[in-house]
């Protein structure tokens, strides 16, 4: 097995998401203090419980008319669709407000979310990654293997952060723990399949000494033009 090549692989992951958190972490103090210096005496705002209030009292008047409407002589015109009119009115913005103020989201949520998962990818799977293949631990590599498939947001953070399909870098962990004569066709096509470079790394190191270009195809017989 090409260990330092394959640690070479891991090491520059973890720079990476290493880089990533400090980017977060800065652009989370910067955005706090942006929002210290420009943040004045707290002030609530009570539009909504105005809008409320008149919507109620319009809609108690509206109820008055339709009762005076009924008592009241033929002749006489009550503005019920009046009523009614500004009843709709005051309504829309109410109703606006109460479906637009949960979709408000803090300032730095993106950087805050992105941050906790890189912190995840980084502890949850390429530290341990790098003790398994530090150690030739294969029983490791199958542990690590199960904790992709049964920790949900694990997976979701290594998706999201481009880490690789969580499931296909599974399978070839297992793959690669188990590896025996007679599998080297099914470690070089998951080799053409994984998008995850130090994973992608530990499989051709099972192929090179094989007589594999590590792209899944034997390098005995090529022609080799001079």
């Known amino acids: 097995m090409e260990k330092e090549g394959v640690l070479e ?3 520059r992951r973890i720079k ?3 880089a990533e958190i400090e980017i977060a972490e800065t652009g989370l103090r ?3 203090e942006l929002g210290a210096r420009a943040k004045g005496p707290e002030v609530k705002d009570y539009s909504p419980y105005y809008l409320a209030g008149m ?3 319009f809609a108690i008047g509206l109820v008055l008319l339709v009762v005076i409407s009924k008592r009241a002589p033929s002749g006489v015109k009550i503005p019920t669709g009046l009523y009614a009119l500004m009843i709709v009115a005051f ?9 637009t103020r949960e979709r408000k989201e803090e300032p730095g949520k993106d950087l805050l979310e992105r941050e906790r998962m890189a912190r995840l990818v980084l502890k949850a799977f390429y ?3 790098r003790r398994a293949v530090e150690r030739d631990d294969r029983k490791a590599l199958e542990t690590l293997a199960d904790e992709l498939l049964r920790n949900p947001p694990l997976a979701s953070a290594i998706e999201r952060l481009g880490e690789g399909d969580p499931k296909v870098i599974a399978y070839a962990l297992l793959l690669y723990a188990n590896f025996r004569d007679g599998l080297e066709n099914e470690v070089a096509e998951t080799v053409e399949r994984i ?3 130090p994973v992608k790394a530990l499989l051709q ?3 090179k000494p094989k007589g594999y270009n590590g792209e899944g195809r034997s390098i005995e017989g090529e022609d080799h033009e001079v």
């Open 30 to 32: 910067r955005i706090e």
């Open 16 to 18: 990476r998401l290493q």
């Open 195 to 197: 998008h995850n470079k």
């Open 9 to 11: 692989e891991i090491d």
């Open 91 to 99: 309504s829309v913005p109410l109703a606006y407000y109460l479906l």
């Open 127 to 129: 530290e341990p990654l």
């Open 205 to 207: 190191s099972l192929l």
């Open 55 to 57: 919507l109620l009292w």
